[in-house]
């Protein structure tokens, strides 16, 4: 059965910080469920997977020569996969993945999934210890986490009863959908039990990446302060660019109220659309537009040729947007708040940017990740399964791409266990950024407070976002 790959490029296509995504990569086959077992079902759904995976992947040639197509489809997907290892393989996959159902994954990449509202990260207790506790990040508008009253800096220590440790946390804080929290709180460094509880019960649930904007004026500074927290240009379901044309407002504004310092906050993003990624390096970059390039794509040896061949070196290239929203004649430089959170398209925002105008970072290094794969998805419905190969390697254009290990920050000051709300002077980021911006003179320099726990993950680990889009007009047929 002969490969037969057809790029839709009039569809989305996504760049995630666990991948990036392309909905019209198909194959004609029988209809097969994402739960079959049995070997001959497994064979059609794996045929499916490898011939997709030895003409996109980015490391296509360290396929193994031969395979077991007997093995569920995701162990066999990982079994073709070059994998990441510091010491043998340090040029190694860290992102490609496979899941299950292709409809879900496509709605998760859009920021709709079913959730209480909030994002956490996961700490040790205490040193030695095997409990665990999640600290609330933010908490969505209008979300089930909201309604019950969660805010930033809340501290959940017990779900549904059960004192959450290392053996039962993924179970009690991901595979549920009631949650009944009971909250701790900071003494002196200390986690202390509270009698607090909160009820909350997951539902579907669109969040809106755009998450928060403001103004502060300090003397002949006029700094504004964006959140942003996910790459995504419009609502699942939406063919259209709600969120993009969200951020195009914000910008409007700035530009009307004479900004000329910027603080863009992207520590809880994990990438996103390359669209929109694009988008908002569009509304930012100094004397960039429409004939400057972001950044560059470098793929697999075997397709190359043939994109070069059909569509010239331009496939391969990502170029600025003119915006008549730009700030970036008033703007000297862009000050990103960072941690390792901070994730693909959102590190192409850094390193794309830099040839432009000086980067300055504050926070903690990022997550390192300077390659993009794509979502393949059979869009007959055939077969259920979605997977995302790592498939190109980007370069700005200077042809930099030295971030596989993360961007070290200009400025390194970590978020304390006792939390501010996003926004507020005095949280620690922002209060940093705003000291760097205006000097003694301008602002009062908060103390850095190292944070005493040790972090054993993040809820936003989870998102399907990392996800960067571009959006063709035309087809490539293989």
């Avoid at 398209?345 to 390192?368: D, F």
Wanted: glycine content about 8%; overall charge neutral; aromatic content about 10%.
């Amino acid at each position: 059965m002969k490969t037969r790959v057809n790029f839709d490029w009039g569809s989305w296509y996504l760049l995630l910080a666990a991948g990036l995504w392309l909905m019209s990569c198909k194959k004609e086959t029988d209809v097969v469920s994402p739960s079959t077992d049995t070997s001959a079902e497994n064979k059609v759904v794996n045929d499916w997977i490898l011939e997709n995976m030895q003409e996109v992947y980015y490391w296509n040639t360290k396929i193994p020569a031969n395979t077991d197509k007997t093995l569920k489809p995701g162990a066999f997907f990982e079994s073709l996969l070059y994998p990441y290892d510091a010491t043998l393989r340090p040029d190694g996959d860290r992102f490609s993945w496979i899941e299950e159902s292709a409809e879900d994954l496509t709605a998760a990449l859009s920021g709709e999934t079913r959730t209480t509202g909030m994002e956490y990260n996961l700490y040790l207790r205490s040193a030695g210890s095997n409990d665990v506790i999640a600290q609330v990040l933010y908490v969505l508008p209008g979300s089930p986490a909201e309604k019950a009253g969660i805010k930033r800096g809340d501290i959940i220590s017990k779900v549904n009863g059960q004192t959450l440790n290392r053996s039962n946390y993924a179970s009690l804080l991901f595979d549920n959908t009631t949650f009944s929290f009971g909250l701790a709180q900071v003494s002196n460094q200390l986690i202390i039990d509270t009698d607090v509880i909160k009820s909350v019960t997951a539902t579907v649930f669109q969040e809106n990446p755009v998450f928060l904007d403001s103004v502060y004026v300090r003397g002949d500074k006029k700094i504004g302060y964006l959140v942003y927290n996910q790459f995504v240009p419009a609502p699942n379901g939406s063919n259209g660019s709600e969120y993009d044309n969200q951020l195009d407002q914000i910008f409007s504004r700035f530009k009307a109220q004479g900004i000329n310092e910027l603080v863009l906050d992207l520590r809880y993003n994990p990438g996103g659309y390359t669209a929109s990624s694009a988008n908002l390096a569009s509304l930012i970059g100094k004397g960039v537009d429409a004939s400057k390039v972001y950044f560059r794509e470098e793929w697999n040896t075997t397709l190359t040729p043939l994109l070069q061949k059909q569509y010239g070196s331009d496939f391969f290239l990502q170029r600025f947007m003119s915006k008549s929203q730009n700030i970036g004649g008033n703007l000297q430089r862009l000050y990103v708040l960072t941690t390792d959170r901070t994730a693909s398209a959102s590190e192409l925002i850094i390193n794309g940017l830099r040839p432009y105008m000086p980067v300055i970072t504050i926070g903690t290094t990022t997550y390192g990740k300077n390659v993009g794969s794509i979502t393949i998805t059979d869009d007959t419905g055939k077969i259920k399964w979605g997977m995302q190969p790592i498939v190109f390697k980007s370069y700005n254009s200077q042809g930099q791409s030295d971030y596989s290990a993360g961007f070290k920050p200009t400025i390194d000051i970590e978020e304390p266990i006792s939390l501010q709300p996003l926004g507020d002077v005095k949280e620690v980021m922002l209060n940093e950024a705003l000291y760097q911006i205006t000097g003694n003179a301008g602002a009062r320099r908060g103390v850095g407070e190292k944070n005493p726990l040790s972090s054993i993950g993040s809820s936003i680990q989870r998102k399907a976002g990392g996800s960067n889009m571009f959006i063709r007009s035309r087809k490539l047929s293989l």
